[in-house]
Structure formats: structure tokens, C-alpha cells
């Protein structure tokens, strides 16, 4: 018989939700869920009936199968955690309130930090294997994209106070609260590296600099012309850029470089002093713009034209596209709609809910990249 706040499970789930489970649980395995609840603090003192690595797993759970409710994802993670080896005893699940109060307990630090240890962290135990870098100038960089995209919550009291209300002049659109989300992502791999959420309100520079703070000077940030104002503290970190120039923006030529770009200054303004913040060296490369042949003009603070050359950079920029598909990756996971609306109903959830999302988005990229990986070898070996 079942204990207060469990149901039987109903035999539903293909046998395609049970793989999917079973690889979720191979991406982020048990020790691992088990090491960042520990570094986070939230390992339970005496058995519980949701422990909290499977309040992980089934926050996992529940972003995988986001067209699924609560009691739907509980009976398709029972199922395939027991299919892949990784449940014993008979197959009872939480009821919807139990998984709440779980959700709320565990809250989002534990998938945070997940996040940190497989995307971010060198030593992390599990990660994306990178693709070998093109045999060309840009092999010193590690290119890093900055995008930005928002997601609608519930509209509840407490999301309001934290993301917002909503607009009330354009319902159709901004019928809700929203969240905003801005992200690294990285050429190399293809997935997404940090991110950071803020209020709707908010935007890309505004949220950069939570997001910059752990690159090295091997890093070269992608972004367009709205990082301007973030020269000053990028700048005085070390850290490297390259963006579109503004069409309409005075850059004079200082002196003229042997690969075609040439060196300008540039003033950078104080916004909320109200005066110039500074003079800044940039290097200024002419480029024919993504698929046509007007010219832009891209700003880098790279200056040895010698060892990064015009061209080089040039090429690369006209790769950000692929950054910017990483988010969009992400909300066509959870829908077709042009308007996604999140599950969690207060702010911490939907912050736990977001890092979810993010974990499935870089598991598949891993299990791509696996894939794409082990082609060569078969065709080494002549395996079909």
C-alpha cells in the first residue's frame, strides 16, 4: 500500500521516455547530484520520502517533458529510472502537492550549481567534449557569444514583485511577468557556458557583468554594439571583445595596420555620471555583413594584427549566428508557440526551473557531440 502523499504508478511511457531517462541519468549521474547537494547543503538527515537527488532528477524530469504534469513526468521518471537500473522496491510516486513542497525545499542552488560543475567548472566530472579547433588564427581564442532571451512566468504575486508585472498595453504579447535570460555560449562546443536571469526590464549590458567575471585572456567575447558602455570594466578586467560597430558611430583612423584594419579611439560614456568615462584604443576591421554585401565594420579590442589577423576575426564574428541559436534551441525544446510561459509560480521555482532547461540543453549537446565523435572511428574501422 502506498504512504501518505504517493500514488501507484500507471503503465504509461514509451520506450523512447524511458531512454531519454536513462540518459539523463547517465549525463548527470547519481554521485554527481549527490556531491553539488552536499556542497549546497541540502543533504537530508534522515530518509525522506523525496530525497533530494530525486527532487534533481525530477526537475530534470519535468523540463524534458514539459508538455507533461507533474503526476505524468513523476510516472515516466519512476518508469525509467527502474527500466535503467537506477530505482529498487515497488513503483509508487509523490502526489502533486509532495513534489511541490520538494521543489520548494530543494530550491534552485543545487541545479545552479549543477550547472557550474558540468558547464563551467574545468574540473567538473562531467563535460561537453569539445570539438578540435579549425586549424587557423583563431585556434588562441575560445569565442564566447552573449545573447539574451525572455521567457513568460506565471503570474502570481510573487513572480510580479521579482520580474515585474506585465505590460498591459500589448496583452497579446506581454500577457505575463518575464523573465530575462542572458548567456555565454561557446563556439567550440555549441553549448552554453554561464548564464544569468534578471527582470524583463533589464538588458544584456545590464546583466553582463555577472556573466564575464570568470573569463581569461584567452577568452574573446562576441557581442554587438549595445556592449559600448561595458568598455570601462571589460577593459579593466582583460578581457577581449569583438562587435559590430554602430552603422552611424565617428572612428577616425589613428594609424593604419598592414592586414587592412587600422587603429581608432574611442570615448566611452559615463551614463549615470553624465560625462565621458574615458579614451579607449580599439581596432576597427572592415567586413562584408552575414549574407550580402553591405559592409560593417567590427571593433575588437584585440590589437596584434600580427597574430590575430583582420580576416581571421572577420570570419569568426560572422559565426556568432551559431551562439545565438543555443537559447533559441532551448525555448523550441519546451514549445512551437512564439509565447512560452514556465510552470513555477514563484521566483526561486522558476529560477530552479530555468537552470533545468539549461542542464537538458547541455546534456543533448554532450550526447551529440558523443555521437559526432565516435563517426570517425567507425569509419576507421569499417563499422557500418
Known amino acids: 500500500m502506498p504512504r501518505a502523499g504517493q500514488g501507484k504508478v500507471a503503465p504509461v511511457g514509451r520506450l523512447s521516455d524511458r531512454i531519454a531517462v536513462g540518459l539523463l541519468?547517465?549525463?548527470?549521474?547519481?554521485?554527481?547530484?549527490?556531491?553539488?547537494?552536499?556542497?549546497?547543503?541540502?543533504?537530508?538527515?534522515?530518509?525522506?520520502?523525496?530525497?533530494?537527488?530525486?527532487?534533481?532528477?525530477?526537475?530534470?524530469?519535468?523540463?524534458?517533458?514539459?508538455?507533461?504534469?507533474?503526476?505524468?513526468?513523476?510516472?515516466?521518471?519512476?518508469?525509467?529510472?527502474?527500466?535503467?537500473g537506477h530505482a529498487q522496491g515497488p513503483l509508487w510516486v509523490p502526489t502533486t502537492a509532495a513534489i511541490s513542497r520538494a521543489r520548494a525545499k530543494l530550491g534552485a542552488e543545487p541545479l545552479a550549481a549543477l550547472f557550474a560543475a558540468v558547464a563551467g567548472s574545468p574540473s567538473a566530472l562531467v563535460s561537453v567534449p569539445q570539438q578540435p579547433r579549425r586549424r587557423d588564427d583563431?585556434?588562441?581564442?575560445?569565442?564566447?557569444?552573449?545573447?539574451?532571451?525572455?521567457?513568460?512566468?506565471?503570474?502570481?504575486?510573487?513572480?510580479?514583485?521579482?520580474?515585474?508585472?506585465?505590460?498591459g498595453n500589448c496583452p497579446a504579447q506581454h500577457a505575463f511577468p518575464e523573465v530575462r535570460v542572458a548567456a555565454l555560449t561557446d563556439w567550440a562546443s555549441g553549448t552554453i557556458a554561464r548564464a544569468v536571469f534578471g527582470s524583463r526590464t533589464l538588458t544584456d549590458a545590464a546583466l553582463v557583468d555577472g556573466l564575464i567575471t570568470d573569463l581569461t585572456r584567452g577568452d574573446l567575447l562576441l557581442v554587438d554594439d549595445c556592449f559600448t558602455d561595458r568598455w570601462p570594466t571589460t577593459c579593466a578586467m582583460g578581457r577581449n571583445l569583438l562587435w559590430r560597430a554602430h552603422p552611424r558611430a565617428?572612428?577616425?583612423?589613428?594609424?593604419?595596420?598592414?592586414?587592412?584594419?587600422?587603429?581608432?579611439?574611442?570615448?566611452?560614456?559615463?551614463?549615470?555620471?553624465?560625462?565621458?568615462?574615458?579614451?579607449?584604443?580599439?581596432?576597427?576591421?572592415?567586413?562584408?555583413?552575414?549574407?550580402?554585401?553591405?559592409?560593417?565594420?567590427?571593433?575588437?579590442?584585440?590589437?596584434?594584427?600580427?597574430?590575430?589577423?583582420?580576416?581571421?576575426?572577420?570570419?569568426?564574428?560572422?559565426?556568432?549566428?551559431?551562439?545565438?541559436?543555443?537559447?533559441?534551441?532551448?525555448?523550441?525544446?519546451?514549445?512551437?508557440?512564439?509565447?512560452?510561459?514556465?510552470?513555477?509560480?514563484?521566483?526561486?521555482?522558476?529560477?530552479?526551473?530555468?537552470?533545468?532547461?539549461?542542464?537538458?540543453?547541455?546534456?543533448?549537446?554532450?550526447?551529440?557531440?558523443?555521437?559526432?565523435?565516435?563517426?570517425?572511428?567507425?569509419r576507421a574501422t569499417g563499422s557500418p
Request: aromatic share 6%.
Open 25 to 84: 541519468v547517465r549525463a548527470f549521474p547519481p554521485h554527481l547530484v549527490d556531491r553539488v547537494i552536499a556542497d549546497c547543503g541540502r543533504t537530508e538527515q534522515r530518509s525522506r520520502l523525496l530525497p533530494a537527488r530525486l527532487v534533481v532528477y525530477f526537475v530534470l524530469a519535468m523540463c524534458l517533458f514539459s508538455a507533461e504534469s507533474y503526476c505524468e513526468v513523476a510516472q515516466l521518471l519512476a518508469h525509467g529510472m527502474t527500466w535503467a
Open 138 to 167: 583563431r585556434a588562441r581564442w575560445r569565442a564566447l557569444g552573449l545573447d539574451s532571451t525572455v521567457f513568460s512566468v506565471p503570474d502570481s504575486a510573487e513572480n510580479r514583485e521579482r520580474f515585474g508585472a506585465p505590460v
Open 250 to 378: 565617428q572612428l577616425p583612423v589613428c594609424r593604419t595596420l598592414t592586414d587592412g584594419s587600422y587603429l581608432t579611439e574611442i570615448t566611452v560614456a559615463d551614463r549615470d555620471a553624465g560625462r565621458a568615462a574615458g579614451r579607449f584604443t580599439a581596432r576597427v576591421i572592415t567586413a562584408s555583413a552575414l549574407g550580402g554585401a553591405q559592409s560593417c565594420r567590427l571593433l575588437t579590442t584585440v590589437l596584434d594584427h600580427a597574430t590575430s589577423p583582420a580576416r581571421a576575426l572577420a570570419a569568426l564574428y560572422h559565426e556568432r549566428g551559431m551562439l545565438a541559436r543555443c537559447l533559441q534551441d532551448m525555448r523550441a525544446h519546451l514549445t512551437s508557440e512564439p509565447r512560452i510561459v514556465l510552470r513555477s509560480r514563484w521566483p526561486e521555482g522558476v529560477e530552479q526551473e530555468l537552470w533545468g532547461h539549461l542542464l537538458i540543453h547541455h546534456a543533448v549537446r554532450m550526447s551529440l557531440h558523443s555521437a559526432a565523435s565516435d563517426i570517425p572511428s567507425l
